[in-house]
C-alpha cells in the first residue's frame, strides 16, 4: 500500500507557473511508474506526464515544452512542474504510482488558470 498527497496547486494567471508535488507514504523506489492525471469539468482524466523508475519520462502533446515531471526517490516525492500555463490546463490533477501489484491515486489538488 501506498498513500499519496498532492500539493501545490492554486489559482494563477495565462503565462504563470506552478509546481505539484506528490509526496507518497513509503519509498518509491519499487514504483515502477509514477505518473499525473488530470480532469477537467466534464472531461474524461487524461494522462499528463509520467516517469519510470529507470528515469523515462513521457508527456501528453498538449503539455510538451511547458511541463516537466521528475521524481526524487530520497524524499519519496514525484514533481510536475508546469509553465506557460494556459487556461486549458485548468483541472484537479492527480497522481498515481503503479507497482507490481496495484495502482494507488492521491485525492488531486486543484490548478486554476486565468485568462
Known amino acids: 500500500q501506498v498513500q499519496l498527497v498532492e500539493s501545490g496547486g492554486g489559482l494563477v494567471q495565462a503565462g504563470g507557473s506552478l509546481r505539484l508535488s506528490c509526496a507518497a507514504s513509503?519509498?518509491?523506489?519499487?514504483?515502477?511508474?509514477m505518473d499525473w492525471y488530470r480532469q477537467a469539468p466534464g472531461k474524461q482524466r487524461e494522462l499528463v506526464a509520467g516517469?519510470?523508475?529507470?528515469?523515462?519520462?513521457y508527456y501528453t502533446d498538449s503539455v510538451k515544452g511547458r511541463f516537466t515531471i521528475s521524481r526524487d526517490n530520497a524524499k519519496n516525492t514525484v514533481y510536475l512542474q508546469m509553465n506557460r500555463l494556459k487556461p486549458e490546463d485548468t483541472a484537479v490533477y492527480y497522481c498515481k504510482a503503479s507497482d507490481n501489484f496495484n495502482d494507488y491515486w492521491g485525492q488531486g489538488t486543484q490548478v486554476t488558470v486565468s485568462s
Open positions: 516517469i519510470t523508475s529507470g528515469g523515462r519520462k
Open positions: 513509503r519509498s518509491i523506489f519499487s514504483i515502477n511508474v
